[in-house]
């Protein structure tokens, strides 16, 4: 098994520390049970934090006066009146989701309170799910509730905006399916293909599969879910994929990495484009928008070109390798996409937390400056939106602050993921308890498929 932690007795010739056997009786990797009280703290914080937040979007307490809750009162309710009719809004150039969104869009209605209070209570069920999903992965041997409060944190950093879209219902799928992703790779990669089906980022998680066997199952399972769900509900439903089209003849939403100099330029009275509502998000239009939305397609192709090129050099595979790669790719595909809406900051803090609950994750500074994006997330909306949208000095501060750390963040995450899968590492096995005449080292194969068993 790959050893997490311990000191390595002796080096061998081909690289390899071997570790001393451990005694009879004893386990590879030892791990203390964890104590009810750090049960009883996540417990608490969770619902302290959760009870805060429902309290802000009930509007009991007021972070500002936008309203951030007009997304699910007036245009998730109204798609739902459309999709009763039979046909997804093909007229409608705000739906830009895939075709699984509409069975998010009609759950609501299956419950018996008002779209709205109904839309809340699922998101805090889903909510409440990835919450036991990480502490049941720390609970197991060399894991770590590290992630779990990741989670307990990260989600009401983002304030009432977590609740009032459904990238909590989606970031939960894509928690469970990468938690099972190594264990069970059919349900992981169903999974995360139904994540896909709804909002497409959670097939990123796919990246860091393990070569082999687990990538084949994974993958097969995601496409045949993706595939079977979208056929199904294409054959029930008119308009299934009119949202490729409306996605190709998107623009530079006001948030995004991309509209930083446009911005700046703007506020120094050079840049006198537009800022309007287009294709469901206030964007930039005018001077250089389509020059730099090639740039952000070039950026994006050039980031997963480069994760291709770390997939084929790699050389070392932790149970964490998978986890971290996913979130990699998608801080690459966040920070260079055209639009950065609020709501994705919880994709970035599910992954996160599913990355920390492994001890010897390489992502923990990044999950923390995550965590920190997270809140400027929420300083910059719903709270400074206004001065955003007008180019003015604290709304643009704020913003070049929050994209400029999650660039930095990619840039790290990357260094990180790359620096953990080098082959020139040291390895470190721990030997199987050896008889009284001789022992057998373990494989180095063979030791990394008993790891994930035991994950």
């Not at 993706?226 to 299934?240: P, V």
């Not at 790669?325 to 690459?332: E, V, W």
């Not at 990180?416 to 050896?434: E, F, N």
Request: aromatic share 10%; with cysteine; charged share 10%.
């Amino acid at each position: 098994m790959l050893a997490q932690d311990g000191q390595a007795g002796q080096t061998g010739s081909g690289g390899v520390a071997v570790a001393a056997p451990p005694s009879p009786g004893a386990t590879a990797v030892s791990a203390a049970a964890p104590g009810r009280g750090a049960l009883w703290g996540l417990g608490a914080g969770w619902l302290g934090t959760r009870t805060l937040l429902v309290l802000t979007v009930l509007g009991v307490l007021k972070l500002t006066s936008l309203d951030v809750t007009t997304d699910v009162s007036v245009i998730y309710h109204g798609w739902y009146e459309v999709l009763q009719t039979g046909t997804f809004p093909m007229d409608d150039v705000t739906w830009q989701y895939p075709p699984g969104a509409a069975l998010v869009m009609l759950l609501p209605g299956l419950l018996p309170w008002s779209y709205l209070i109904s839309f809340y209570v699922i998101c805090g069920v889903f909510d409440a799910l990835a919450m036991g999903m990480l502490v049941r992965s720390g609970l197991r041997k060399g894991r770590s509730f590290l992630g779990a409060w990741v989670w307990v944190v990260g989600v009401p950093l983002l304030g009432p905006t977590v609740y009032c879209r459904y990238d909590i219902i989606v970031t939960a799928i894509a928690v469970a399916g990468l938690l099972v992703l190594l264990r069970r790779p059919v349900l992981g990669g169903f999974l995360l293909g139904l994540g896909g089906l709804v909002k497409i980022w959670p097939l990123l998680a796919l990246a860091g599969t393990p070569r082999g066997r687990r990538t084949r199952r994974s993958w097969t399972a995601a496409l045949a879910a993706l595939s079977g769900l979208a056929f199904l509900l294409a054959a029930g439903m008119n308009g299934a994929f009119q949202f490729l089209t409306f996605q190709a003849d998107r623009g530079i939403e006001v948030e995004s990495v991309g509209a930083l100099p446009l911005h700046f330029a703007r506020l120094l009275g050079g840049w006198h484009g537009l800022v309007s509502m287009n294709y469901g998000s206030v964007e930039l239009l005018g001077p250089w928008v389509t020059v730099i939305s090639k740039v952000s397609m070039a950026a994006t192709v050039l980031g997963f070109a480069w994760l291709l090129y770390w997939r084929l050099r790699a050389r070392r595979w932790q149970p964490s390798t998978t986890y971290d790669a996913a979130l990699a790719t998608l801080l690459i595909f966040t920070v260079t996409s055209r639009v950065i809406s609020p709501q994705y900051l919880v994709w970035l803090v599910g992954l996160a937390a599913v990355c920390l609950t492994v001890r010897g994750s390489s992502q923990r500074p990044v999950a923390a400056m995550v965590l920190v994006a997270t809140l400027l997330t929420t300083l910059e909306f719903p709270m400074a939106f206004g001065q955003v949208v007008n180019s003015q000095p604290w709304g643009v501060t704020v913003l070049a602050a929050r994209n400029l750390l999650l660039v930095a963040a990619t840039v790290v995450s990357c260094r990180r993921l790359w620096l953990s899968t080098r082959g020139d590492q040291v390895a470190t096995l721990v030997l199987p308890p050896s008889t009284p005449d001789h022992g057998y080292p373990v494989r180095p194969g063979i030791a990394y498929e008993q790891s994930l068993l035991d994950d």
